[in-house]
Every structure is written in structure tokens, then in C-alpha cells.
């Protein structure tokens, strides 16, 4: 025998939403983050009193920003802020999948900005070439 058989199980299940495409490790994060908030405010309060999209844009940015200004972990919570960011978006798709999201957003912009500026910056990028190299951080985090 040359090929292993498949079992028809495989047919079916390679066509459904995968799990194991997903980082085991970081899903765990996210649940320590999720347990954290469970603690706080009762586990998926946010499906029963919903959640305003603000508040956890504001929540994901703020991670994010601290994150990328070189603070690693949150001091409250002692998690990644990249972990806690990904929790407030974990919380924030829930309640959009589940009809809780107050929509408080601002007006939408007119479609195609993004691209737009993404335009501007390739003109910027040929203008000048020759770019200079980026500052990396250090070990010693200067």
C-alpha cells in the first residue's frame, strides 16, 4: 500500500471552522484575561447588559498604545497588554455576534480612505527612496 487511507470523517471535519489554526497558548492568555474580568464584573455579564463600542475601543487602544510605547505588562492586572487587548476585542466581536453592541461610533467616513492615504504614503515612499533606517529598540530598552 503506497497512501494511507482516509478515514470520511476527514471530509466532512476538514470543512468546518478549524481550532487548531488558533495558538492554544495565546487562547489561554485570553482566558486568564476573560477569568480576570469574570472575577470582576460576573462571568459574560457583557452578554446580558451588552457593551457600548467605545468603551472597548478606548480599552483595546489604550493596551495597544502603552504596549507599543514599550510597556510590556498592564500594572493592574500583571497581564501582556497585547493579551488584554485582545480581550476587550474578544468581548467586543461577542456583542457584535450577539446583537449586545451599543453602536456609539462616530458617523462613518466615506469609503476608500484608508486606501487614500495608503496612496500618499506610496507617493511619499517614491519621492524619497532612499530612506533612513528605523531606530530599534535595545535589550537594555533604550
Known amino acids: 500500500m503506497t ?3 482516509t478515514n470520511p470523517k476527514d471530509a466532512v ?5 478549524p481550532v487548531s489554526a488558533v ?4 487562547v489561554s492568555e485570553i482566558g ?4 480576570e474580568g469574570a472575577r470582576k464584573y460576573g462571568r459574560h455579564n457583557y452578554r446580558v447588559t451588552g457593551v457600548r463600542a467605545s468603551v472597548y475601543y478606548d480599552a483595546t487602544w489604550r493596551h495597544l498604545a502603552s504596549w507599543w510605547e514599550g510597556e510590556d505588562i498592564d500594572p493592574d492586572s500583571g497581564m501582556h497588554h497585547v493579551v488584554k487587548a485582545l480581550a476587550c476585542l474578544m468581548v467586543l466581536r461577542d456583542a457584535m455576534n450577539n446583537d449586545k453592541l451599543v ?3 462616530p458617523p462613518s467616513l466615506k469609503a476608500g480612505w484608508v486606501q ?5 504614503a506610496g507617493q511619499l515612499i517614491d519621492r524619497i527612496p532612499d530612506s ?3 531606530l530599534i529598540r535595545t535589550k537594555e530598552g533604550a
Open 116 to 120: 487614500e492615504l495608503n496612496a500618499v
Open 103 to 105: 453602536d456609539d461610533r
Open 13 to 17: 471535519g476538514i470543512r468546518k471552522a
Open 3 to 5: 497512501s494511507k487511507e
Open 32 to 35: 486568564l484575561a476573560m477569568l
Open 23 to 26: 495558538s492554544c497558548q495565546v
Open 132 to 134: 533612513k533606517e528605523p
